[in-house]
Nanobody, 118 residues
Framework: QVQLVESGGGLVQPGGSLRLSCAAS????????MGWYRQAPGKERELVAS???????NYADSVKGRFTISRDNAKNTIYLQMNSLKPEDTALYYC????????????WGQGTQVTVSS
């Protein structure tokens, strides 16, 4: 059984920073693309950033220059460093990964809340 567990969310003032982590565990053979999505109330879930096993990255235009995604393949973990946070970054942030166990499947974490407010 494979699990994705996120951590690091919380309440931060505008202009502040947070670092999210997502660790994959279980019967894992390999992990391809991992990423962060977010969903604000009343809005659709959207891609924030993704990273391939070779460290190739992709960012939403709204977070370019402020957020940085990284991964530690030895720990099956990805991180999202979020700087210069804005109120519009407030959302539930989900980790996502394409993981090969006995088959290749797309997994989601349970989500971690990020609230940017003064």
């Amino acid at each position: 059984q494979v699990q994705l567990v996120e951590s690091g969310g919380g309440l931060v003032q505008p202009g502040g920073s947070l670092r999210l982590s997502c660790a994959a565990s279980g019967s894992i053979v390999s992990i391809d693309t991992m990423g962060w999505y977010r969903q604000a109330p009343g809005k659709e879930r959207e891609l924030v950033a993704s990273i391939k096993r070779n460290d190739s990255t992709n960012y939403a235009d709204s977070v370019k220059g402020r957020f940085t995604i990284s991964r530690d393949n030895a720990k099956n973990t990805i991180y999202l460093q979020m700087n210069s946070l804005k109120p519009e970054d407030t959302a539930l942030y989900y980790c996502n990964a394409n993981i090969q166990s006995w088959t290749i499947f797309n997994y989601w974490g349970q989500g971690t809340q990020v609230t940017v407010s003064s």
